[in-house]
């Protein structure tokens, strides 16, 4: 699986942004999907995730109520809907693939869960 993300550019705190990652191959309806985000210095940290059918999504707390993850099988492509962004947002934002439907955040919060990364696309929010 190859995954091409895109969608990222400069906004204005309080702006929106919604980020596209496409997948290669036919099986995309198999994995999990999940964004993850680096800003500079920092460590990689989890963002959000959605199962294969798309009914259970999960959120780190710090996304919750304004991020929102969906995906569209027929198109092989996940989405990530941002909303009120603000400057500690700004990051390099990744997406993954996980060939698992297992429920629960948990397992979708950890990096290393995940079999395929893309090359990342980044946001920057300004003040």
């Known amino acids: 699986v190859q995954l091409q993300?895109?969608?990222?550019?400069?906004?204005?705190?309080?702006?929106?942004?919604?980020?596209?990652?496409?997948?290669?191959?036919?099986?995309?309806?198999?994995?999990?999907?999940?964004?993850?985000?680096q800003a500079p210095g920092k460590e990689r940290e989890f963002v959000a995730a959605i199962r294969r059918s798309g009914e259970s999504t999960y959120y780190a707390d710090s996304v919750k109520g304004r991020f929102t993850i969906s995906r569209d099988n027929a198109k092989n492509t996940v989405y990530l809907q941002m909303d009120s962004l603000k400057p500690e947002d700004t990051a390099r934002y990744y997406c993954a693939a996980a060939f698992t439907d297992v429920a629960g955040s948990y397992y979708y919060t950890v990096g290393a869960k995940y079999d395929y990364w893309g090359q990342g696309t980044l946001v920057t929010v300004s003040s």
């Not at 990222?8 to 596209?20: D, I």
Request: aromatic share 12%; hydrophobic share 35%.
């Open 5 to 37: 993300a895109c969608g990222g550019g400069l906004v204005q705190a309080g702006g929106s942004l919604r980020l596209s990652c496409a997948a290669s191959g036919r099986t995309f309806s198999s994995y999990g999907m999940g964004w993850f985000r």
